[in-house]
């Protein structure tokens, strides 16, 4: 999303990673809708829905959205943002920020397994481990992160569904969301230290669905610091993720539109690397109320017993307390956020920066 947001300013851009671009689906891959089309990336969209049903063991509620969800391909909304940049690419793992080897007083080294690379801008959107900020990583299970797993069964389905049962994890919830051919069945867990295999295969016995095609990672539920070391961190590596939900991918999206802009600003020379490290970190840190107060519901619901938590969820069914719920939560990251940002204006300065 960087990368495109700097497509046509005249900077010099190298991704790096240690797959091919898309080559690794890390997700279910469900976004609001409006984010796909804001991005024009619907080509990429398998399935949409406009109901999502919560199973519990005390009852099952269906809640009509406000808006619609997609899951969507990854490989393909890969190769579509891709399309929109024009940076350049090459597999490396990244091991860390170099020391003693910047070549020029703005440089920033980067070391690879196949040597360091270095440029004025820097963007660590490497996952959860936050490679760049240095030996003071998260360490899992004793960190901030829930843990997620799923399985891919060949198979269609008609609804977007999620289990809240302590038979599939004391914290956190099941999920089934159907993507055309293939259904995404998975568990997440707030609780690291809950191992989620064996109730993914059994959420999957349970749907008659086969256990094939697994995906897991650690997902991260805290916000944390968007800039260090010179480094601007993004997605997961800044904690984007929304705890609650673990959803990721709209908001590495989002703070990814964000991010770009700032540095098309440098790049266009109307600003500094440091101006732009102020203006992108201010931006990160005035989301931290929201990710807290999602982190609070995230707490709260897995301590509510189960026999009242049905009858809470068919209460919350109710038409405009899943509309005022769902808008907020929508306006966490709105859509509206890459239509102002998406597609940036092509033109291209005299020197070309590497980023
Ligand atoms: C089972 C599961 C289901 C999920 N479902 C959803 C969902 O439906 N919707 C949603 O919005 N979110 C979902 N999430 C969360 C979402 O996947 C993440 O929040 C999102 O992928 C974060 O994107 P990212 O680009 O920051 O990090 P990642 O997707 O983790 O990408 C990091 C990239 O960096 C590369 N990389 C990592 N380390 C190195 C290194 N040392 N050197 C070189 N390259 C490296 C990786 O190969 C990868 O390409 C799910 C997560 C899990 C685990």
């Known amino acids: 999303m960087v990368a495109r947001q700097l497509a046509g300013s005249g ?7 240690r797959y091919e671009i898309g080559e690794r689906q890390t997700s279910a891959c469900g976004i609001p809708t409006r984010w796909l089309e ?10 949409r829905f406009d109901n999502l049903v919560v199973h519990t063991p005390h009852g099952d509620s269906r809640f009509p959205l406000p808006w ?13 943002l891709w399309e929109g940049s ?3 690419f090459e597999t490396a793992k990244v091991e860390g920020l170099a020391t003693g080897a910047q070549n020029g007083s703005d440089e920033i080294a980067v070391e690879t397994d196949r040597g360091i690379v270095s440029a004025p801008l820097v963007i660590d959107a490497l996952g959860w481990r936050r490679v760049l900020a240095g030996p003071a990583g998260y360490q899992p299970p004793d960190a901030p992160l829930s843990r997620g797993l799923e399985v891919h069964p ?20 099941g999920w089934s969301f159907p993507a ?6 998975g568990v997440g867990s707030f609780d690291p230290k809950f191992h989620v295999r064996e109730t993914t295969e059994l959420l999957a016995e349970d749907l008659d669905r086969d256990v094939v095609r697994y995906q897991g990672n650690w997902i991260p539920h805290k916000l944390r610091q968007a800039t260090g070391r010179g480094v601007f961190f993004v997605g997961d590596s800044a904690g984007h993720c929304l705890p609650l939900t673990a959803e990721g991918i709209r908001t590495a999206l989002y703070f990814g539109v964000a991010l770009g802009r700032e540095l098309r600003g440098v790049v266009e020379e109307r600003q500094t690397r440091e101006e732009a490290a102020t203006k992108y970190a201010a931006f990160n840190d005035s989301h931290e109320a929201k990710f807290k107060w999602m982190l609070r519901v995230q707490k709260i619901v897995p301590r509510i017993p189960p026999r009242l938590l049905g009858p809470l969820i068919k209460l919350a069914g109710v038409k405009p307390f899943v509309h005022w719920s769902f808008n907020h939560y929508l306006q966490i990251a709105p859509p509206e956020f890459a239509a102002q ?6 033109n291209t300065p005299k020197t070309p920066t590497p980023v």
């Open 154 to 173: 060949p198979g269609a389905s008609e609804d977007l569904e999620i289990w809240i049962d302590r038979r599939y994890v004391p914290a956190g919830y």
């Open 68 to 80: 619609t969800f997609s899951t969507f391909d990854y490989r393909e909304l890969c190769a579509l």
């Open 86 to 88: 024009d940076a350049r």
């Open 180 to 185: 055309g051919e293939e259904t995404r069945i």
């Open 38 to 47: 804001e991005l024009d990336l619907m080509g990429s969209e398998r399935q």
């Open 341 to 346: 940002g998406g597609t940036p204006a092509k």
């Open 11 to 17: 900077a010099d851009v190298l991704i790096v990673d």
